[in-house]
């Protein structure tokens, strides 16, 4: 139990001298230290750093500027896609999401996707009742999971995996959900965070998606395992590939809708929604940074290609602006996954075994996508070898 305080703030056992010392010298840190350093950062930033920003949002704008962002792609994404080939892929994305989209709404009795979308912020259906409701909902999708994780896997997680609330000082500017991973001796289990505050505003659509991306067979599967695997050094059961790690917990998403979950077609708009905000940003990223789009163009096709809100559409533009390239990985890596997947069904027909292909897929940690698809080009050679 915390130790009583007085007004002040400070413990009751602090006597009135302490307190008056202590505060003087905070108040002489703050004035001698603290605010300076803050002048010195703000001169800075408009003195030198900022007229040497750009002048435009996308890093063209910049000297060399095409040039850098295809080395962010690059490094973004582990492939060598050109940002033409990747915007192209994009729109593609888009347009095939959207049409999924539109046969549940026409099913629910709208003539379109828009009608549809407008309906959905006053249908009580979509919003929490309370804080304890959000958490129950991510903890009733993992347990539906869990059961069905060996039909999908013969590698499985060690440690177990707990939903949690974000704690209270965290609310305002947390995540609706992030994964902390636990300890690899299992110690400490893999958590899912929760962001309950300001419930009836929350929207549960998109829930069962996220528990399947946060939790299993997402990313506390795909760390969890790479913690333990005993043919791998240290540096390389933490490796932090994004692509590969969002695009593994994107293509997780879809593994519910393939073993038959999503059964609320709520639920199942909310995992396309998810889905397609990962193809926006495709088209978002290389709009702004290789085909020279403003932020109002982002922000038009944001409310013209979404469900976001506008607090996270304005958000997440700043952010493609701010980190070139890097929206860029989930998509790509759950493509790379996808294109790898259908290559192995191809090319081994009935001897394709999908629980396999995942474990080969998660045997090896991490890595860039480029070695992925060598690895697994590999294993195909392979099991073609076995049966031979």
């Excluded at 009935?350 to 991490?366: K, M, S, T, V, Y």
């Amino acid at each position: 139990m915390a130790e009583d305080q007085g007004e002040s703030g400070f413990p009751k056992a602090v006597s009135a001298a302490d307190q008056r010392r202590l505060h003087d010298e905070i108040l002489a840190a703050i004035d001698h230290d603290v605010r300076p350093a803050y002048r010195k950062l703000g001169q800075f930033v408009a003195k030198d750093y900022a007229p040497h920003g750009r002048s435009q949002p996308g890093v063209w704008s910049l000297p060399n500027g095409d040039a850098i962002y295809r080395y962010d792609v690059e490094q973004m994404t582990t492939t060598r896609d050109t940002p033409a080939q990747i915007h192209a892929l994009g729109l593609a994305e888009v347009k095939r999401i959207e049409g999924e989209m539109t046969a549940i709404a026409r099913a629910q009795g709208f003539k379109d996707l828009a009608s549809f979308r407008a309906s959905l912020s006053t249908n009580p259906k979509t919003h929490a009742t309370s804080r304890e409701d959000i958490l129950d909902r991510y903890r009733k999708y993992l347990a539906q999971m869990q059961p069905e994780l060996p039909k999908l896997f013969g590698l499985l997680p060690k440690t177990d995996v707990v939903v949690k609330p974000v704690e209270a000082f965290r609310e305002q500017e947390a995540a609706a959900a992030e994964y902390h991973p636990g300890t690899p001796d299992g110690s400490r289990p893999g958590q899912i965070f929760v962001n309950t505050g300001d419930f009836a505003h929350r929207s549960v659509l998109t829930i069962e998606s996220t528990a399947y991306h946060e939790g299993i067979p997402g990313h506390h599967m795909q760390i969890s395992i790479a913690q333990t695997l005993p043919q791998l050094p240290p540096f390389r059961q933490h490796a932090g590939y994004t692509a590969y790690i969002e695009g593994w917990a994107l293509y997780a998403e879809q593994l519910g809708k393939e073993i038959g979950f999503y059964k609320n077609p709520l639920s199942d708009y909310g995992r396309l929604s998810d889905e397609l905000l990962r193809a926006d940003r495709l088209v978002l990223d290389t709009g702004v940074h290789y085909k020279h789009w403003t932020r109002q163009q982002m922000v038009d096709f944001f409310h013209a290609h979404s469900s976001e809100d506008e607090p996270d559409v304005q958000a997440e533009t700043d952010r493609y602006i701010s980190w070139p390239g890097q929206a860029l990985a989930y998509k790509m890596g759950e493509l790379k996954i996808l294109e790898l997947r259908a290559r192995a069904r191809r090319e081994l027909g009935d001897r394709f075994d999908l629980r396999a292909f995942h474990d080969e897929i998660l045997d090896g940690g991490a890595l860039p996508l480029d070695v992925l698809e060598t690895r697994v080009n590999a294993w195909i050679a392979a099991q073609k070898a076995i049966a031979a």
